[in-house]
């Protein structure tokens, strides 16, 4: 990453670790993802990020780590939790959102995955963002990076309630194409009012994939992680959005 210009400069390596550049910026809040100035450089930072070429095929990785995740939740966690979760009807979930998500006309680049506030650095002297945090990084389709981006526009890690999202402060209509079209225009172009209707279509339906994604994370969390976090509340909301959004986005599917 480091040589296609991302994150921190990396200065050295030795056995056991490495040496990165110290960024003098610092971590955004929840508040500053709203900040239209700020929005719109994490627009154009994510297009670039979009754009990184690396060698091999540019295989969508979603679906296939989606599956994995569902297999290893339904390993580590209970037969009752599973029950209580309903882990059995999201085999089919997945295959039918693969189905109805993928598309020609989808652009694939390499992304983020994982694109809430802090993990995106901001530097007030220079006004520039930096994207940190590479651990979910893969090619996938745009659509579900910037999708995955406004969803985490409903959390606020800070809180006494951490786990709890807000989804009334999921972005407004204006509040996401203002997004979009700066990640359009960033490319040099201006973008064509189809072009980023289309855009805005398929990063709904995406924002599907991103609940169920982060639902089956926060079940395989709850019984691997020790951090202080409620992880089985955070992935009942997940799937409740995703209960709650798909008959708009799919229909009745």
């Known amino acids: 990453m480091s040589k296609h210009g991302q994150g921190p400069r990396l200065l050295g390596r030795f056995r056991n670790g490495r040496i990165e550049e110290f960024i003098h910026a610092r971590t955004l809040s929840a508040s500053d993802l709203r900040d239209p100035a700020i929005s719109a450089l994490i627009a154009t930072k994510l297009r670039e990020f979009h754009e990184l070429d690396f060698p091999g095929t540019k295989k969508v990785w979603l679906w296939d780590r989606l599956r994995n995740w569902l297999r290893e939740a339904k390993r580590v966690c209970p037969l009752e939790e599973a029950k209580a979760f309903h882990l059995e009807v999201y085999e089919e979930e997945i295959s039918i959102l693969a189905k109805k998500l ?9 992304c983020h995955n994982d694109l809430q506030y802090g993990n995106i650095m901001f530097n007030e002297e220079t006004k520039s963002v930096t994207i940190i945090d590479y651990e979910y990084a893969t090619y996938n389709p745009v659509a579900f990076d910037i999708a995955n981006h406004f969803c985490e526009m409903a959390a606020d890690y800070h809180t006494e ?9 999921y972005p407004g209509v204006e509040e996401r194409l203002r997004f979009l079209r700066a990640y359009l225009h960033s490319s040099g172009k201006e973008p064509g009012d189809s072009e980023v209707q289309q855009l805005l279509q398929d990063v709904e339906k995406y924002t599907l994939a991103s609940h ?25 909301q997940r799937f409740q959005q995703y209960w709650i959004r798909k008959p708009d986005m799919l229909g009745s599917s």
């Open 102 to 110: 993928s598309g020609s006309h989808q652009h694939i680049g390499y």
């Open 161 to 169: 309630t951490p786990h709890v999202m807000d989804y009334t402060k």
């Open 212 to 236: 169920l994604t982060w639902g089956v994370w926060g079940i395989i969390s709850e019984h691997v992680n020790e951090i202080d976090f409620d992880y089985k509340e955070y992935a009942k």
